[in-house]
């Protein structure tokens, strides 16, 4: 069997709390410096310690943007990651082991629950094996994996006493490094690259890093000695150069550094997954360099009592002009409705950051959905502009905030701009970060008025009736410009009326904004068209999905499938012409969404008079795999699909 | 030029019902601007909603009629973007001490440099007098079906224990007392809450202008009539917290006088404590220019557009050729 290299889907698992991140985020950052890319995602439970939490990397010589069924490296260090994963590891892949837990059986493990321990028995029953980790691998093996074993506890032991530091040998902490460093080791991985990864993730605390770095050595020695690696095991990585222009980025920390370029000052927040990272990342770094200045810039950063306190503070920060946002998931973008329609009435530029999550009520709080697509379209009473703005990656989140806020400030309306877990928890390598792509539009903000913003009581008027819907806007603190907001529908000063022409006025003041944004917002912010543009099959989505449909069109390619990929941005106005023209003659219309209805594909029906031929959907709480993708997409070209396919796969 | 009265007053008609409580508050807030000379442009008046919540709009000053329930977060968003607007939060019973409950408590606890007015009349009168949080139980205002079932949250108290620090009481028929209190509560340095006690003529037909004044409180000896509100500071109280160990002997005073009601209801000033930092100082702990680079005055881009704000720090940790 021949090796391959480069190219292979790596996972660590463990429980919660024992380090699983630490050591992908060494593994993603070591194959990075090695010039590889790589794609990584987190899965965990609602739950601090004890729970399974596994790390999917998928590295490769080209960019990669999703993850796949098969494990080709599974690296453990405890018994439920092997009897999670152990029927996902491919041929000629491994499993990386404690010897020490082969008797473990299943129903010692209490973080597996009865439905999973269940789904585990009828593999094992059938394969006519027990329910031991030593079945387990016994079944990876006859699929054509190698086990390699590890005794973990009597290796920290040596280790200690090979560092002279009797302390390290009670350091159990410390394996999650180990087993990475042993898979580096049989992928021949270069060991320097591995040590200065290590360094930069534990760069917080320079002896944990150090001791890490020990240890690493210890097991890639250990691991090179004992194991010849002409047993079967098939993968390998070699170093690249690096690329200059590629950088790694974690999904919760892209969005948060468009904030900072776009000039968000001020960001509001309660604690809730996946969003909170966001703010926790902006108020760590809460002191901003500026260019051609040494004075600092800031961000202020204030943890509310609720989600309804976060948008209504952070609108208060935006009716004083400076840039202000609020980030939150589905259960608190419930509670900021309300407030969302006070902002729409009184023109308050704000960005609501929606980082989606499985729901609904607290639904899966850890796991994946595109559940709020129509929520976030139709959230608060009555009728108000609002833009909605949805990213496909993490390299687009960055741009796509600074240009959520520009939207907000030139069309003086809320922006919810929409990300999810598959977004904030993943990890990739993309291309730098350019800040200056995006200029600043902040729209008519002034910083003083003109005899013709007055009416004839000599006031400012803030909702000034004209031929622009967006009528210029002042911060409060402006001198001569005293306006007033209200929750009640305004006169053109912002005092209260029931006026019914006038009521009519500005509704339709309001509302033309977005008929305006529709005229100006860019094509490529509408939607995008990816794949071949006279293809049978258009694929629709929206949203983290981009990724495994890009990549699934690779592989459909080779297969001589051509697909092409419409991803819509624009979710509100939306954007039916462009969509409408993208699609084309396209034959066949296939919407992909992570949720059960099939939102885009309702939208797409209601604004664009098309209705899909087949729908594509996935609502189990786990991102759709290449495999699941590429298949469905398959079984429609080949037209043996039915209308609706529902995806089911993911631990 | 000196600022006139007549400078914080909108031409805007006012709907109030006659009698109302309210015009004695709004009153003494123009007062108070006035005699304190507040700038109307720096001035930042915001509102919940309901009577109450229209006052913003009877004062020229920048006006935010906001939300039910959610007038501190929005002001407490203003002044912490822009620490120099002065900002002054008012709102119904109701409204700060039902459906804001929260947002008070949470208040309390950041201790933003602001004022906080509740006009407390014991019902929700535009949506017709039903009973609200400090309505006393048992009591049957005249257009609840039933007495009030539910016990009456003492504001004063619950404000002490939340962390506000500056309490104090007025009363919207003593318009002079009540506005040398709003100049106390925006010379203070914190959180400043008054509580103004004012009759709803149309819905409480039990705490009425006649029973604050006590046309029913006879002296059994002299049968003279005695007025039920008195004042903190002609009684020798003193609610200043000089130096902070006298913390605890001043809030427990605080409870205590602020449980008073029925035949003798205290009003003044129960509570000063500048010793507690402003959430204005704890932010400048962390961010050093904040007040005078906040965030509503920060710039963020040059010329052309070009953001100024500099991640090559952050960048540099995502990098791989280093």
Redesign the interface.
């Known amino acids: 069997m021949s090796e391959i290299i480069n190219s292979l889907s790596w996972v660590i698992g463990g429980a919660q709390g024992s380090g699983v991140d630490s050591a992908a985020n060494i593994f993603s ?1 070591a194959c ?2 090695g ?1 590889l890319h790589i794609y990584g995602k987190r899965e965990y439970y609602s739950n601090i310690k004890g729970e399974h939490s596994y790390f999917t990397v998928r590295v490769s010589e080209k960019p990669v943007r999703c993850h796949v069924e098969t494990i080709n490296v599974l690296v453990s260090f405890d018994a439920e990651t092997v009897l999670r994963h152990f029927d996902e590891v491919s041929e000629g892949g491994c499993i990386i082991y404690n010897e020490e837990l082969l008797d473990t059986t299943l129903d010692e493990i209490p973080t597996i629950d009865d439905y999973g321990s269940a789904r585990i028995k009828k593999t094992l029953q059938k394969a006519g094996l027990g329910f031991s980790v030593k079945d387990a691998l016994q079944y990876a093996q006859s699929r054509g994996a190698v086990l390699y074993s590890l005794p973990y506890f009597q290796l920290l032991e040596e280790f200690a006493q090979k560092t002279n530091n009797p302390a390290l040998s009670k350091l159990t902490r410390m394996t999650n490094v180990m087993a990475l460093s042993s898979s580096m080791s049989l992928l021949g991985f270069d060991a320097d690259a591995l040590a200065k990864a290590i360094r930069f993730i534990f760069r917080a605390k320079k002896s944990a890093a150090e001791t890490n770095v020990q240890a690493a050595e210890f097991m890639y020695n250990y691991t090179a000695a004992k194991f010849s690696g002409q047993d079967g095991f098939r993968y390998r990585l070699k170093t690249k150069p ?3 222009e ?4 974690q999904g919760n ?1 892209a969005s948060a ?1 468009g904030k ?4 968000c ?2 960001q ?1 927040y309660y604690p809730i997954t996946p969003a909170s990272d966001d703010s926790e990342f902006l108020e760590s ?9 040494d ?6 950063v ?1 943890q ?3 989600e ?3 948008i ?13 946002a609020t980030a939150t998931s589905g259960p608190g973008f419930s509670l900021m409705a ?2 969302l329609g ?1 902002a729409g009435m009184n023109e308050v530029p704000l960005v609501v950051s929606l980082y989606q999550r499985a729901g609904p009520a607290t639904g899966l709080p850890t796991r994946h959905e595109q559940g709020d697509l129509n929520f976030a379209i139709n959230a608060g009473h009555g009728e108000f502009p609002r833009i909605v703005f949805a990213s496909g990656d993490i390299e687009e989140s960055f741009y796509d905030t ?1 240009k959520a806020f520009n939207f907000a400030d030139r069309y003086q309306l809320p922006v919810i701009h929409m990300l999810d877990k598959a977004i904030a928890n993943s990890v990739m390598t993309l291309p ?2 350019d ?2 792509r995006v ?4 729209g008519l903000l002034a910083g003083k008025i003109s005899e013709s913003d007055k009416g004839v ?1 000599g006031n400012y008027l803030r909702f000034r009736l004209s031929d622009n819907p967006v009528s210029p806007r002042i ?14 529908e305004h006169t053109e000063e ?3 009326t029931e006026d019914p022409e006038l009521r009519t006025q500005m509704m339709d003041k309001r509302m033309g904004k977005l008929d305006l944004a529709l005229k100006e917002i860019a094509d490529e912010d509408k939607a995008v068209m990816y794949g071949d543009k006279d293809a049978d099959i258009a694929l629709i989505g929206w949203g983290s999905t981009k990724g495994v449909i890009l990549d699934a069109i690779e592989e459909l390619k080779k297969d001589g499938i051509k697909v092409k990929f419409i991803q819509v941005r624009l979710m509100n106005p939306f954007p039916s012409e462009t969509v409408s023209s993208l699609l084309g003659n396209s034959r066949i219309l296939v919407d992909i969404e992570m949720n059960y209805q099939g939102q885009l594909g309702s939208l797409v029906r209601q604004h664009v008079g098309r209705q899909y031929d087949h729908q594509v959907v996935k609502y189990n709480g786990r991102p759709m795999s290449l495999d699941e993708v590429y298949n469905a997409v398959k079984r429609i070209s080949a037209g043996n699909a039915p209308r609706r396919q529902v995806l089911k796969n993911g631990s | 030029m000196a600022l006139k009265l007549a400078d914080y007053k909108t031409e805007v008609h006012n709907d109030w019902c006659p009698g109302c409580g309210d015009f004695g508050i709004l009153n003494s807030i123009q007062m108070a601007l006035a005699d304190m000379q507040v700038p109307p442009h720096n001035t930042a008046i915001f509102s919940g909603v309901g009577c109450s919540g229209k006052t913003p709009h009877f004062i020229k000053t920048y006006g935010i009629h906001t939300l039910h329930g959610r007038v501190l977060p929005f002001a407490q968003g203003a002044k912490l973007a822009n620490p120099d607007l002065e900002v002054l939060a008012v709102g119904g019973d109701g409204d700060g001490l039902g459906i804001g409950a929260g947002h008070f408590v949470s208040a309390g606890r950041r201790n933003v440099d602001m004022v906080y007015i509740i006009f407390n009349n014991a019902v929700y009168g535009l949506t017709k007098g039903q009973a609200s949080p400090t309505l006393k139980l048992g009591v049957k205002t005249k257009s609840l079906p039933q007495p009030n079932v539910n016990n009456s949250v003492n504001p004063i108290a619950l404000a002490l224990v939340s962390g506000f620090t500056f309490l104090a009481r007025g009363y919207s028929y003593d318009i002079k007392h009540l506005k040398d209190i709003i100049k106390k509560a925006v010379a203070h340095k914190g959180l400043a809450f008054v509580d103004v006690l004012q009759p709803c003529p149309t819905y409480n037909d039990i705490n009425t202008k006649e029973w604050f004044s006590g046309q029913d409180n006879l002296d059994p000896e002299t049968k003279k009539v005695m007025p039920r509100l008195y004042k903190l500071e002609e009684t020798g109280y003193d609610g200043i917290v000089n130096d902070p160990s006298e913390v605890n002997e001043k809030m427990a005073k605080v409870v205590e006088k602020s449980n008073e009601w029925g035949s003798k209801i205290p009003i003044g000033v129960f509570y000063q404590n500048e010793h507690i930092p402003t959430y204005q100082e704890r932010i400048s702990a962390r961010i050093p220019n904040y007040i005078q680079n906040s965030p509503a005055g920060q710039k963020i881009a040059d010329e052309t557009g070009r953001s100024i704000t500099n991640i090559e720090r952050l960048v540099n940790d995502l990098r791989l050729d280093r």
């Not at chain 1, 590629?246 to 980025?249: H, L, Q, R």
């Not at chain 1, 900072?260 to 000039?263: K, L, N, T």
Request: aromatic residues 6%; negative net charge.
């Open positions: 950052r990075a410096l010039g690096v690329d200059k590629i950088v790694i980025a920390q550094m900072m370029v776009a000039g000052r001020f509001t770094n809460e002191i901003l360099d500026l260019h051609g200045s004075e600092k810039g800031s961000t202020v204030v509310t009592e609720d309804i306190a976060a209504t503070m952070a609108i208060g920060g935006a009716l004083t002009g400076s840039r202000s309300e407030a006070w600074i730098v970060f800040p200056g200029k600043i539009e902040r009581a911060p409060l603190g402006t001198k001569d410009a005293i306006f007033w907001n209200t929750g009640d912002g005092h209260i």
